[in-house]
């Protein structure tokens, strides 16, 4: 079946540092793969997606690009704030339309 | 649009009693998708349906949770009776075919 793994969190850094959190997925197929952020007592909301291999999703700063040959969907951003800090969810949908999510990973950022 | 509607959006209630949390979809959207979130599972999907039919109950944890979708607009998730391992946020989510899924607000439940 479908899985996703992403890096264990808390993810701490300090504001205007670089952030990577790594996503991994297992899959049949070709799945269309996202980025979910989820803020403090809120829901989830889409983050950025990519459809295809080799597409780059892109949103407020962030990005991943779909690797097939690794298999990944690394999230990258290339200078945080403290306003990014959130939980990060990686997901991939297949044929079935039903997403498949990561545990998620919490991001802190300091000032 | 309002976005995905979920009410309430704090229970509080005693083992034993009935709860029953509420979501009113986006017009249009013809999946609905029921998960719950708790530090220790992450998010898990307890159920969804397609044209309010339900299609994959595989993920509710036992009978003390039923869910209906008695139309387009509106779906119930019932625990009876509530215990206090099911204190969560529960999520109601939904898409259109193929389409990106939206969550609604959530609702934190404690079970005392």
């Known amino acids: 079946g479908n899985s996703v793994t992403q890096m264990e969190g808390p993810v701490t850094l300090s504001e205007e540092a670089f952030l990577t959190i790594n996503c991994t997925y297992t899959a049949t197929g070709y799945p269309s793969l996202f980025w979910y952020v989820q803020y403090p007592g809120e829901g989830l909301q889409l983050l950025l997606k990519a459809t295809k291999a080799d597409d780059k999703g892109s949103n407020k700063g962030f990005e991943a690009t779909y690797r097939k040959e690794t298999t990944s969907f690394h999230l990258e951003k290339g200078s945080v704030q403290v306003s990014d800090s959130a939980v990060y969810f990686c997901a991939l949908r297949g044929g079935s339309y039903i997403p498949t999510f990561g545990r998620g990973t919490s991001l802190i950022v300091h000032p | 649009d309002a976005g995905v509607i979920q009410s309430p959006r704090h229970e509080v209630t005693e083992m034993g009693q009935e709860v029953t949390l ?91």
């Open chain 2, 22 to 112: 509420r979501c009113k979809p986006i017009s249009g959207h013809d999946y609905l998708f029921w998960y719950r979130q708790t530090m220790m599972r992450g998010l898990e999907l307890l159920i969804y349906f397609n044209n309010n039919v339900p299609i994959d109950d595989s993920g509710m944890p036992e009978d003390r949770f039923s869910a209906k979708m008695p139309n387009a607009s509106f779906s119930t998730l019932k625990i009876q009776p509530s215990e206090p391992r099911d204190s969560a946020v529960y999520f109601c989510a939904s898409s259109s075919t193929g389409g990106t899924q939206y969550f609604g607000p959530g609702t934190r439940l404690t079970v005392l």
